[in-house]
């Protein structure tokens, strides 16, 4: 599993570590922008995917945010490029399905993987969750 099995990696030339710089990097909205939230819940951890510009509320999922070590050591990368395509469970915004792509990490500052957020549903990446 890869992250070219759901969308292309878009190598940039400036590092982007927000949401705002990823969205002018490529040039397109920041609702076109999504973030993946790796948090701990018991013991476990997991992923969401959701817009750039929402809040995840993590106390009602009764979890807390993973600290930047945990993220590199659970998915392989770091905190502002992690993929949406992990060996973790990764949960995705219902409201995201229906758009036609959009832009997350791509592994590290200087990548964004375009995607469509309903080939990570079909391919059993993710699972559609109302956030």
């Known amino acids: 599993m890869g992250l ?12 982007v570590r927000t ?9 397109v909205g920041e609702d076109k922008i999504i973030k993946t939230i790796v948090v701990s819940c018991g013991g476990e ?16 999922l009764g979890c807390r945010l993973a600290t930047p070590e945990e993220v590199l050591s659970v ?37 964004l993987l375009r995607f469509k957020p309903r080939v990570l549903v079909e391919k059993g990446f993710a699972k559609p969750v109302a956030l």
């Open 45 to 60: 951890f997991r992923a969401y995917i959701l817009r750039g510009n929402k809040r995840l509320d993590v106390k009602s």
């Open 19 to 27: 949401v705002r710089e990823a969205a002018r990097a490529v040039g």
């Open 4 to 15: 070219e099995d759901v969308g292309e990696v878009v190598k940039l030339e400036v590092p």
């Open 75 to 111: 998915t392989g990368y770091p905190v502002g490029g992690v993929p949406p395509v992990l060996n973790i469970p990764v949960f995705i915004d219902e409201e995201l399905l229906n758009e036609d792509y959009v832009y997350g990490g791509g592994g590290d500052d200087h990548s």
